[in-house]
Nanobody, 120 residues
Framework: VQLQASGGGLVQAGGSLRLPCAAS????????MGWYRQAPGKQRELLAT???????NYADSVKGRFTISRDNAKNTVYLQMNSLQPEDTAVYYC???????????????WGQGTQVTVSS
């Protein structure tokens, strides 16, 4: 199983980016999915989560600016980021709780991270 995050890059303050993260491999079912970020010298921060049924939760730091969504048919989670600011500069990671068969319990998987840099 692999989670592949993409869509990062360099953007000016006030701009937008959309990050997709696709899960691939032997996947039976994906439960909760989420996005985190880690800036240099800081701890990894939870940004947003989404259940299989589409219920979402956001950190206060991104509420109103970021939107998490998912496409269950494509095993993909997205993070739409608007009104980006320099303090949003970080490596962004996706995360998923999934099971690879009906007889194996859920495990937590991480994507490899994608760099987002916001210039002032």
């Amino acid at each position: 199983v692999q989670l592949q995050a993409s869509g990062g890059g360099l953007v000016q303050a006030g701009g937008s980016l959309r990050l997709p993260c696709a899960a691939s491999g032997s996947i039976f079912r994906i439960n909760d999915m989420g996005w985190y970020r880690q800036a240099p010298g800081k701890q990894r921060e939870l940004l947003a989560t989404i259940t299989r049924d589409g219920l979402t939760n956001y950190a206060d730091s991104v509420k109103g600016r970021f939107t998490i969504s998912r496409d269950n048919a494509k095993n993909t989670v997205y993070l739409q980021m608007n009104s980006l600011q320099p303090e949003d500069t970080a490596v962004y990671y996706c995360n998923a709780d999934l099971r690879t068969s009906a007889t194996i319990g859920y495990r937590n998987y991480w994507g490899q991270g994608t760099q987002v840099t916001v210039s002032s």
